[in-house]
């Protein structure tokens, strides 16, 4: 365990001392991550360590221990006043374009790979759901640096939040029905499914923000508070579980919450949003991390023609998305339009993958004949968003400025 633990160690000091240097040349910070795990993993391989990966336990680090800090952290740095503003865009972003979306990379996929055995269209639904799920944390701090507008920023940070927890929610439930954990259904009944299982979760987690508020009238100190807020997340995702509703949607619901109550003190609690930061960075660095100690060259060689089928399906789909269907939800009324040209940007930066695809495609459980396809398609379209669609948006912002 002592070898195990210097060597992830070693992995996030190499990482703190290289994110300032890809700060400074504009490379996305994830993709130096995935190449820094899988250097140190073939060189401590090499030198006869362990590197401790095993898939037995993935599933439960990646759903039980990263996917909640990333989740509740986004959420409760969310600005609740223009979140409001903005919020049918966003929910139109998040789920009617999420759905679309994973309908669109399974038929693609479908089509393309053209194998019903070993592909069939659970599988490639599965792989849908988990492509949906956008992250533009790769673009945001570029596009900050550039000065693009902060409603842009809002939308892209808010649709990532939203997205991922749908996505995760329709991901999960996907999965168990090719496990068998739960029957496969008919569209409208796993459409009723889907429903119950986010508002149940929404339900849990106001309910355990609400406690959590309460609680905090009796907290001063902000550790305390620290405390709490760590316990507020990850009490609300147990509990959903144990009720088997979306733990994913109880924490996001959760996050907003507590979110808007400290914009509202005096103080803002900056302390805690500088807490949830830290476990962000550290949840969002490891999930990179272990991508990249768990990268095999053979995903790039065996798999190459799913991988291209996987980004080209995710372009079209966020294209379609975008494209179509948003312009059809800034035509509502009460909602402040969108200037043409952040459509293209909305596509091409909003529409990059990372960590909860990442998260997601870690988690698969081996015993799907279909999990290396999925797994491959996944890691493959996270390295296209870093290294070409993250890298590419600050050139599409020069050239769309009026």
């Given at each position: 365990m002592l070898q195990i633990l210097s060597f992830y160690a070693a992995l996030l000091a190499g990482a703190l001392l290289l994110e300032p240097l890809a700060r400074r040349l504009q490379v996305p910070f994830g993709a130096v991550l995935v190449l820094l795990g899988f250097a140190g993993a073939e060189l401590w391989i090499a030198a006869g360590g362990d590197t401790g990966i095993h898939w037995r336990w993935f599933d439960e680090l990646v759903f039980h221990v990263l996917l909640p800090i990333l989740i509740f952290e986004a959420a409760y740095n969310l600005a609740p006043r223009q979140l409001l503003r903005n919020l049918p865009l966003i929910l139109t972003l998040a789920l009617p374009v999420m759905l679309l979306s994973t309908a669109v990379?399974?038929?693609?996929?479908?089509?393309?790979?053209?194998?019903?055995?070993?592909?069939?269209?659970?599988?490639?639904?599965?792989?849908?759901?988990?492509?949906?799920?956008?992250?533009?944390?790769?673009?945001?701090?570029?596009?900050?640096?550039?000065?693009?507008?902060?409603?842009?920023?809002?939308?892209?940070?808010?649709?990532?939040?939203?997205?991922?927890?749908?996505?995760?929610?329709l991901f999960t439930l996907l999965v168990a029905m090719a496990t068998g954990a739960r029957p496969l259904a008919h569209w409208d009944?796993?459409?009723?499914?889907?429903?119950?299982?986010?508002?149940?979760?929404?339900?849990?987690?106001?309910?355990?923000?609400?406690l959590a508020l309460l609680m905090a009238r009796?907290?001063?100190?902000?550790?305390?508070?620290?405390?709490?807020?760590?316990?507020?997340?990850y009490g609300v995702f147990a509990a959903a579980r144990l009720l088997d509703v979306s733990g994913v949607v109880?924490?996001?619901?959760?996050?907003?919450?507590?979110?808007?109550?400290?914009?509202?003190?005096?103080?803002?609690?900056?302390?805690?949003?500088?807490?949830?930061?830290?476990?962000?960075?550290?949840?969002?660095?490891?999930?990179?991390?272990?991508?990249?100690?768990?990268?095999?060259?053979?995903?790039?060689?065996?798999?190459?023609?799913?991988?291209?089928?996987?980004?080209?399906?995710?372009?079209?789909?966020?294209?379609?998305?975008?494209?179509?269907?948003?312009?059809?939800?800034?035509?509502?009324?009460?909602?402040?339009?969108?200037?043409?040209?952040?459509?293209?940007?909305?596509?091409?930066?909003?529409?990059?993958?990372?960590?909860?695809?990442?998260?997601?495609?870690?988690?698969?459980p081996v015993e799907l004949p279909y999990w290396w396809t999925v797994q491959s398609i996944a890691y493959g379209v996270v390295l296209w968003s870093l290294l070409v669609q993250a890298a590419g948006t600050p050139l599409l912002l020069r050239w769309l400025r009026p």
């Open positions: 990379i399974a038929a693609l996929l479908y089509v393309g790979i053209a194998h019903p055995t070993g592909f069939p269209w659970l599988a490639a639904l599965i792989a849908g759901a988990l492509l949906s799920a956008t992250d533009p944390a790769a673009v945001l701090e570029l596009l900050r640096r550039m000065g693009a507008p902060p409603r842009l920023r809002l939308l892209l940070d808010a649709e990532g939040v939203f997205n991922d927890a749908n996505a995760i929610v009944e796993g459409a009723l499914a889907l429903l119950g299982v986010l508002v149940g979760g929404a339900l849990v987690g106001i309910a355990g923000g609400a009796a907290v001063t100190a902000q550790a305390q508070r620290g405390v709490l807020t760590l316990v507020a997340a109880a924490v996001l619901c959760a996050g907003l919450l507590l979110g808007r109550a400290r914009s509202a003190a005096a103080d803002g609690d900056a302390a805690l949003s500088v807490l949830w930061a830290y476990k962000a960075w550290l949840a969002n660095t490891l999930l990179f991390l272990i991508a990249g100690i768990t990268f095999q060259v053979g995903m790039f060689t065996d798999q190459w023609l799913a991988i291209l089928l996987g980004i080209g399906a995710t372009l079209a789909a966020r294209a379609a998305g975008v494209f179509l269907v948003l312009p059809l939800a800034a035509m509502l009324p009460g909602i402040e339009p969108l200037p043409g040209r952040w459509y293209p940007l909305l596509w091409w930066g909003g529409g990059t993958r990372g960590a909860v695809t990442l998260a997601l495609a870690l988690s698969l």
